[in-house]
């Protein structure tokens, strides 16, 4: 006989035979690829429950980008989504391991990762400067800038087991210029 796990949704395969002190009684016994265990012959009577499946729940991280209008660091009514602004996902060592765009709301998510360290660096946009970071409101963290403004870089997060993280965020806003023309006036008529 053999044993195969159909993997539930959201879910992975863990290590497979990593043994321990405890024996073979407690590690995962199933491929991490194909669900199936190796074929055991039962003898008659025999009771043999040392078969087991390690599974884990991946996770998710990510929210939006927004045109932060009063440039407060804040995500106030109104204040609209940027849509195709770049955003890498890095892991815990500061490599790159994936990258999208922002979507037409200025939403973002990376999704089915497994469990561990990751970060979130937003690329900005030609035209536009990153917000205040880190300005605490009476709604939390849920809307707020996280990125760093010289970098667009986010702090590093452990995402647990299931988690969906959605509190990166990061305002952004486009400078304005004022001035043009300074020039003697020869005729003192006003016009140059």
């Known amino acids: 006989y053999s044993v195969e796990v159909i993997k539930p949704a959201g879910y992975e395969f863990t290590l497979q035979d990593q043994l321990s002190a405890d024996g073979d009684y407690v590690d995962s016994d199933v491929d991490p690829v ?15 429950l040392t078969w087991d499946a390690g599974i884990y729940r991946l996770t998710s991280i990510g929210n939006f980008v927004w045109e932060d209008l009063n440039r407060n660091g804040v995500q106030d009514t109104g204040e609209p989504g940027v849509a195709g602004v770049t955003v890498n996902l890095k892991d815990g060592t500061g490599a790159i391991v994936d990258t999208m765009t922002t979507d037409g709301s200025g939403y973002y998510m ?23 970071q880190d300005q605490l409101s009476a709604d939390g963290d849920y809307v707020d800038s996280d990125a760093d403004p010289a970098t667009g870089a986010m702090i590093v997060t452990t995402l647990e087991p299931g988690e969906n993280d959605l509190t990166w965020d990061a305002g952004i806003y486009r400078s304005a210029s004022l001035g043009d023309y300074v020039w003697e006036d020869l005729n003192r008529n006003g016009v140059q």
């Open 34 to 48: 194909t669900g199936a265990m190796i074929v055991t012959t039962l003898e008659p009577g025999e009771n043999d």
């Open 110 to 132: 990376f999704e089915n990762l497994l469990p561990g360290d990751y970060s979130v660096e937003v690329i900005k946009p030609a035209g536009y400067e990153f917000t205040l």
